[in-house]
């Protein structure tokens, strides 16, 4: 493989399991130091364990100085940081009727503050640097509003913007910010083991139903694949990249073109 991140050193947040673990693995591929953080730190250090060169931090993208001392770990192990992916989040997918104001902070505190804390940690070492990318894992929803899902919704759309505020604040200091927005991870176990159930409870089908409901609204009638998150996170990554800035870009086979 072309190891065009060769070199380079990364933080990827939620990254001891499913999406999170294959862009860690990627990133590895593509020539990466990598801090595998997550809340898990048993299975952060499974993880980093199976990497060329990893180390695994615990974290809670939520507490500012856990984050902080993330950031400050990575540069004591690794001499500098080049790379952060965001990719830590949680979902509670409930009618607006349902959820508590406390579930309704949480998703927040998680997907979108802890979003901002671990972007300015990052900055606090690229901007000196004068250079270093910010990727932050978003999702079709940050695009388009989500039946019954609306403080996972919010969240995202709220990391679009965040995404491109940053973008516009830390370009005359070299950094670039983007988000990667990808469609429904049909085949991973959020979904089986989680959303189809939540899915199904909340909109009165059958978790099959579900399922054909989403294949149906993608235009290339797939599910959405670790693999394609990865490609679109490691170019945005890359030189090849290096006149993007402030993009959120749908990974998505079609189903959200804006």
Same mark, same amino acid.
């Given at each position: ?31 990466? /130091?990598?801090?595998?953080?997550? +809340?898990?730190?048993? !299975? ?5 364990? %199976?990497? =060329? @060169?990893? $180390? ?72 000196? /640097?004068?250079?270093?990318?910010? +990727?932050?894992?978003? !999702? ?5 509003? %989500?039946? =019954? @899902?609306? $403080? ?89 990249? %290096? ?16």
């Amino acid at each position: 493989m072309l190891q065009r991140l060769k070199g380079q050193t990364a933080i990827i947040t939620g990254g001891a399991q499913g999406l999170g673990e294959a862009l860690a693995q990627r990133l590895d591929q593509e020539g990466c /130091n990598v801090v595998v953080a997550d +809340i898990n730190l048993e !299975s952060a250090e499974k993880v980093a364990a %199976s990497l =060329k @060169n990893g $180390a695994a931090f615990q974290v809670d993208v939520s507490n500012e100085q856990q984050v902080e001392d993330m950031v400050d770990f990575t540069v004591e192990r690794f001499g500098t940081l080049d790379l952060v992916v965001s990719n830590a989040a949680i979902l509670i997918a409930k009618s607006v009727t349902d959820f508590t104001p406390n579930e309704w902070r949480k998703m927040m505190d998680v997907n979108l503050v802890g979003y901002f804390l671990v972007a300015r940690a990052a900055s606090r070492v690229m901007i000196p /640097n004068g250079k270093g990318n910010i +990727i932050q894992i978003n !999702s079709k929803t940050g695009k388009k509003g %989500s039946y =019954k @899902n609306s $403080a996972y919704a919010a969240s995202k759309f709220g990391g679009i913007g965040l995404t491109q505020s940053l973008a516009l604040e830390l370009a005359e200091h070299g950094i670039r910010v983007n988000a990667v927005c990808p469609g429904n991870l049909l085949d991973s176990p959020l979904w089986t083991d989680s959303l189809f159930k939540q899915y199904a409870k909340n909109q009165g089908i059958t978790e099959e139903e579900v399922r054909q409901k989403y294949l149906n609204q993608v235009p290339l009638r797939r599910s959405c694949q670790y693999e394609d998150v990865a490609n679109a996170m490691v170019f945005l990554a890359s030189e090849e990249a %290096s006149y993007m800035t402030g993009q959120a870009i749908n990974v998505t086979g079609g189903q959200e073109m804006r």
